[in-house]
Nanobody, 122 residues
């Protein structure tokens, strides 16, 4: 059974950092495109970042570019989202998703984790 599980969320002060993990089980992440999404209360889900399985090309939303970094550790079958210089507006539930059809269509991924809460507040 293919599963994704996020971890690493929590409460952090503005300007702080968190690293989210997306661990896969039942399949090997290496060949998959992995996307990170977030959804704040009352708002639509937003694509945050994605890494292509074919060549590790990365993509970022404009709101996080320069602050967030997506990376993949094939040995641990895990994808990370390093989040620096966090702002209150980054508060949301962050979810990872995986599929094989490219980052341009990752919104329609077949496999999703349950999400991890990130709260940025003083």
């Amino acid at each position: 059974q293919l599963q994704l599980e996020e971890s690493g969320g929590g409460l952090v002060q503005p300007g702080g950092s968190l690293r989210l993990s997306c661990a896969a089980s039942g399949f090997t992440l290496g060949a998959y495109d992995i996307g990170w999404f977030r959804q704040a209360p009352g708002k639509e889900r937003e694509a945050v970042s994605c890494v292509e399985g074919s060549d590790n090309t990365t993509y970022y939303a404009g709101s996080v570019k320069g602050r967030f970094t997506i990376s993949k550790d094939n040995a641990k079958n895990t994808v990370y989202l390093q989040m620096n210089s966090l702002k209150p507006e980054d508060t949301a539930v962050y979810s990872c998703a995986a599929d094989l059809y490219g980052c341009t269509v990752i919104e329609g991924a077949r496999y999703w984790g349950r999400g991890a809460q990130v709260t940025v507040s003083s």
